[in-house]
């Protein structure tokens, strides 16, 4: 009996794995603010792009930023999933080593430079991502790269970014300070789709490379001596996944802004329904962090269409009470 | 297998070892033992390779430790650790699984057939096969500790490290883990390095004990017996024991020694008559009372006399099996004639002892008070004449304690403690070094 229940519930999980991203996709597709029902979706979808105003929308518009957010999903559920077992700190998130500040300050830099285009925006705030990765590491390293010299370094990166940032926007022009304003809430419509097929094969790349990598991170949660005595090269495995960790997010905030609380909600919750072990995880979390995006930013969208909300004030929104939530049923330790 | 060569290593300007030198034998169980503070989980952490010495050498088979990389050395020696805080629910299953990582080869690190047999044989020899689903967060210390355990032993290497890997186990499992090092050191040859706070077990099973003294040096190197002493316990520990063989396994006990006794008799002189371990109870119990004892006749080899030569009572000792000479009952004369009171707690009465009764006769003639312990008729092998002289005596006015629990109750209503005396500093330990009369 217990064995059945057992094999019925894998089978409704497995269904979920295939239903919901489906599901997610769908509705990202059809929300908007031109409404376009179920049916009609399906049959725009099979007869591919064209002229009429809705296979337009449909696939010049809709369908690049549905991958742009399942994307960026993915690269922050990734990332968190990363920090928070490699810091043993289940509430560590993507921003933590300084990154958001750097893609920021890139951003406001070819801002207030007058580079607006959509290409230079995100080569600019990945620019910036990295150098305050590399500027981080740099630091730590000093101390033989453990967690408590690589979060403090990240932190006091952060906020000296946070302090430039702040600076350049006091004095940049209304305009330009107004869209970075923007850009800092996160914001999917500013890529541009031919960004969005690069941005794939990197979360991609980064994905298979944790994926491979993904006992190294079990045994990382372990605590250092422990993974050590278990064989593992502390040090390095762990420069790796920063690095891997601090590259995804860079490639996400240069394609859309700080879209907040992914990185911390998803890894939490498909802890909580799979368990911590990463082979499983780090697939799941990619999966439903990609669908959470993708169902938020419709959500962004449709809501005061056609005006568009912030999608970070949206994931924030969704995302802060379900948090608290779990907070108050398990604790700091789930 | 691990030879240690005049290693230094501080910590910040804190230094913990100074050229310490010992060497761990191949398929050996050696115990490192050592106040709190003395650096033992750092000379194990150093021994793994965690953290670098700052001066010698530690070699593992003549390879310097720097030398061997991490999934070898991982390959070579095993950790069970103390236990640490889970952040995360892994379930016990994978947590063992995690035991075989460094057998893994394939570069996604899959598991083989191998590696799940080697983690059923661990889960089984620790006792958790049942626990295998449950998240690691919701575990006990002393079943973490096992889980632990459990995936060392899925590590299968040849050398063991334990850090205080016991000290949440209750008896049963501790005695069960024991059991365990002994048939992997036994059955597999597997070499341990232990830290244990429990000496006694750890005399049990070490073929050597290291004891550091709290500045890191060595204060011992050896077999149990050799290194378990009450000079070395004294000098490390700063505490009184008494060490004694355990009579089933022969390896050295630690007794310590503390005052349990509700009674106080500071001062007050007892002479106690016993023999054929009839007397070691009151002893005993009187050494704790703190009173001033001495003791005779005794032959040597009585286990009453070992008990009191165990705790420094002054003694008129004769040879083994020899009736007691002039000169053994004139000491125990002199003993009795010094104390107020005269205990008689011998059981069997023989040509042997009768004089023993003669001389508590001359001490009730002196006034003294005569006490005498549950004497049976019965017991008397002298046809009559040890009974005879036990009669005259509780005629004399020696008192008659029906059983040896009462006699301590009895001594404090006819002896009450005086007040100077009860308030006299509570001594810890009532370790009397009397001059042996």
New interface residues.
Partial sequence: MNNFLHAKRRWFQLLMLVVLPGLAFFFSLSAGSLDIPPEKLLSILQQGPGDNIEQTIIWQIRLPRSFLAALVGCALSLSGVTFQ?VL???LADPYLLGVSGGAALGAVIALTCGLQSTLMLPLAAFIGALSALLLVYLVARAHTCTTHTLILSGVMVGSLAAALLLFLLWRAPSEASRQAVFWLAGNLSLADPGWVSWGWLWVAGGFVLLW?L???L??L???D??A???????GRSRLIFFAVAGALTSCAVALTGLVGFVGLVIPHIC?LIW???HRRLIPLSALFGGCFLMLADALARSIYAPAEIPVGVVTALLGAPFFLYLLRRKGA?V | MIQVDNISFAFAAQPIFKDLSFSVRKGEILSLLGPNGCGKSTLLRLLRGHLKVQSGSILWDSEPIEAISTRKMALKVAMVPQSVHMTFPYTVAEVVAMGRYPHRRNILSFSRASDQKAINHALAMTDIVGLVDRPVTQLSGGELQRVFLARALAQNAEVLFLDEATSHLDIDHRLEFSRLLLRLNREQGTTIVQISHDIDLAAAISQRMLLLTEHGETAGIGKPHEVITEENIRRIFHVDVKIENNPFSGTPQIHPLLNTSVHQFRELKIHLICGGGSGKTILRKLHLAAAELTVGPLNHGDSDESVASALDIPMAEESPFRPYSRAVLDKTWQMIAHAEIVIIATSWWGTGNLDCLKLAHRALKQEKKVYLVNPQKTNDYTKGEAWEQICRLKNDGAVVVEREEALLEMLKKDHACSEKCATASRRFLPHRVLPKA
């Fill in positions: 077992a043993r700190n289940p491979m993904a006992p190294h079990d045994l949660t372990q605590g001596e422990t050590e005595d278990l064989g593992l090269d502390v802890r368990g911590p072990g330790g």
